[in-house]
C-alpha cells in the first residue's frame, strides 16, 4: 500500500537515507582500510599512507602470519573459550532467571536486589584477581570463563522475558505431571530462543574480544588467546610471530604495518561470520526481554 507523502515529509526521508548513507561510509571506512592495507604490495603500503582498493592483492602478510602456530593456535584457543564460555553464561543465566521469573519464589525481592547491587558496586579487579588465585585457577581458561559466568543485566533481561511467557503453559504442564526442570527444559527454553540467540551474540562478542582478563591471568603464552597475541603485535609491536625461513632467502618481510592490519582481519572474521546466522532475532529478543520489569 503506497502513501502520499507530502513535499515536507519526502525531503525529510530524502535527508534521512543521504545521513544514514553518509554515517554507514564513515562507519565502513576504517574496515575498508584494515582489510586493503593486509592485502596490498609492500611498495603501495609504503608509498601510499590511506588506500582502500589495493592495485594489486597480495597475499604475502597472511603466508608470513600463519607461517608459525602462534596464530592459529590462539584462534582456536579464543574460539574454544567463546564456545565454551558462551554454553556456561547462558546455562548459568538461564538457570537463575527462569525462577527469579516466578512470583512465588521466596526471597526473591532480595535475591533481585543482590542481583541489581552487583551492576552498580563490584569486588573491584584485586578481589577478583585474588579469588581466582586463591581457588587455583591462575593459567588455567576456567578463570576466563567462571568469573564472569553471570552478567547482572542479561539476566535481568532474560528474567523479564520469561515473565512475559503465559503463566498456563507452566499450569498446563503441572496438570500433565511434568516437573519444573522439565518445564524449563521443555518448554521455557524452547521458546525463549530470540531472547537466548541475543544474549549468545552479546555474550560470545564479549569472550571474543575480551584480551584484559587473560593478561591478568594467563601467563603460558602458548595459552593467550588470539586478542592477547593481537594485542602484543598491534600496541607493543613485538614481533617474532612469523617464520619467513620457509619461503626461500628472496623472501621479503611484509611491512609491520600489513602484519597487523592482516593480524586484525584475522582476528575479527570468525566473529563477523557468526552474526549474520543471529541477526534475525537479535532485535526481536531485545524487545521482548525489555518490555516491563
Given amino acids: ?13 530524502t535527508m534521512n537515507v543521504v545521513f544514514l548513507i553518509f554515517v554507514s561510509l564513515i562507519t565502513l571506512l576504517p574496515f575498508l582500510y584494515v582489510i586493503a592495507a593486509s592485502l596490498a604490495s609492500s611498495e603501495e603500503v609504503t608509498q601510499k599512507p590511506f588506500l582502500l582498493i589495493p592495485s594489486k592483492l597480495d597475499f604475502t602478510a597472511y603466508k608470513y602470519i600463519f607461517s608459525t602456530s602462534s596464530i592459529s593456535r590462539s584462534l582456536l584457543v579464543s574460539v574454544m573459550i567463546t564456545i565454551v564460555g558462551t554454553f556456561t ?14 512470583k512465588d519464589l521466596s ?4 535475591v533481585l536486589f543482590l542481583v541489581t547491587f552487583s551492576m552498580i558496586f563490584s569486588g573491584g579487579m584485586i578481589p577478583t584477581f585474588l579469588v581466582v588465585k586463591a581457588v587455583g585457577m591462575m593459567d588455567s581458561y576456567m578463570s ?18 520469561f515473565q512475559q511467557l503465559p503463566e498456563g503453559l507452566e499450569e498446563s504442564a503441572k496438570i500433565d ?29 564479549g569472550h571474543w574480544n575480551s584480551y584484559f582478563s587473560a593478561i591478568l591471568y594467563i601467563n603460558d603464552a602458548a ?16 614481533g617474532g610471530f612469523g617464520d619467513s625461513t620457509q ?22 572474521l570468525p566473529i563477523l561470520c557468526v552474526y549474520p546466522f543471529l541477526q534475525k532475532h537479535f532485535a526481536k529478543g531485545l524487545y521482548l526481554g525489555s518490555v516491563k520489569g
Fill in 107 to 110: 526471597y526473591r525481592r532480595g
Fill in 177 to 205: 505431571g511434568c516437573n519444573d526442570f522439565q518445564i524449563y527444559y521443555k518448554i521455557i527454553l524452547p521458546l525463549s530462543k530470540p531472547a537466548l540467540a541475543t544474549l549468545t551474540l552479546f555474550y560470545a562478542v
Fill in 247 to 268: 619461503f626461500g632467502e628472496s623472501f621479503v618481510v611484509p611491512p609491520a604495518v600489513t602484519i597487523k592490519m592482516a593480524v586484525i582481519v584475522v582476528s575479527m
Fill in 89 to 102: 553464561n547462558l546455562l548459568m543465566t538461564s538457570l537463575m532467571a527462569y525462577p527469579l521469573a516466578r
Fill in 1 to 13: 500500500m503506497t502513501r502520499n507523502l507530502s513535499l515536507p515529509s519526502r525531503i525529510f526521508d
Fill in 144 to 161: 576466563l570463563i567462571i568469573p564472569g559466568a553471570i552478567s547482572a543485566f542479561y539476566l535481568i533481561v532474560l528474567k523479564n522475558f
Fill in 223 to 238: 595459552k593467550w588467546p588470539i586478542q592477547v597475541l593481537l594485542r602484543q603485535i598491534v600496541i607493543l609491536s613485538q
